[in-house]
């Protein structure tokens, strides 16, 4: 029991990390708080026009979903559980200790965790998201399209209905961090 509580503050902790805030200060560029979005995310990071600190950004958020879900794995946790508990990473990213519990969408650290879980499932995923903003260029529809079709990526190519059922907590974790932008891509905004 102390074992896994020990693990989960680190995973919030870990979560919890603002790469976007910190490579803005790095760089000596606008906290991403403050302009576009608002959200301290690897989108908004680009709107501010430096790349290199929206790939920097990106990288980061990934590498905080994929690090700590790879350990556990390695430490033969079981997958199911492994997924499960990742959402706290997630937590960690919405609500981020660091940033008054608030943070991102949690788009990039959840495709770390994918990538660590199964990489054909998070190769898929990537390709879905990339076609999406090839034609239509809205992050938000990206990210929304391809978490939508995730449970179904888990049960086509891993056959594990304990993972498509957590696939969809998943799905819902980032429809419900994009519902200001589900409204905006209603109204067409």
């Known amino acids: 029991m102390i074992t896994e509580i020990v693990i989960f503050i680190f995973l919030y902790i870990i979560g919890s990390i603002p790469f976007s805030v910190l490579i803005s ?3 000596k560029l606008p906290d991403p708080r403050t302009f576009g979005s608002k959200n301290p995310g ?4 680009a709107r501010s026009g430096n790349m290199t ?3 920097l950004t990106l990288s980061g958020d990934m590498l905080k979903g994929f690090l700590p879900t790879y350990v556990l794995l390695i430490l033969n946790f079981q997958i199911e559980y492994v997924y499960t508990v990742s959402f706290i ?3 960690g990213h919405i609500f981020s200790i660091f940033l008054k519990f608030r943070g991102g969408k949690a ?3 959840s495709l770390g965790i994918i990538l660590a879980l199964d990489l ?3 190769i898929a995923l990537i390709i879905i998201w990339l076609s999406i903003y090839t034609f239509s260029r809205i992050s938000a529809l990206s990210a929304l399209t391809s978490f939508t079709v995730l449970p ?3 049960h086509f190519l891993t056959g594990n209905m304990n993972l498509v059922v957590i696939a969809f907590l998943n799905t819902l974790i980032i429809l419900i961090t994009h519902s200001r932008n589900i409204r905006f891509l209603i109204s067409k905004k």
């Open 107 to 109: 788009v990039a650290t």
């Open 25 to 27: 200060k790095a760089l």
């Open 42 to 45: 690897a989108t908004n990071m």
């Open 53 to 55: 600190a929206a790939a």
């Open 152 to 154: 179904f990526l888990f």
């Open 89 to 91: 990473v997630l937590f």
């Open 120 to 122: 054909f499932v998070g």
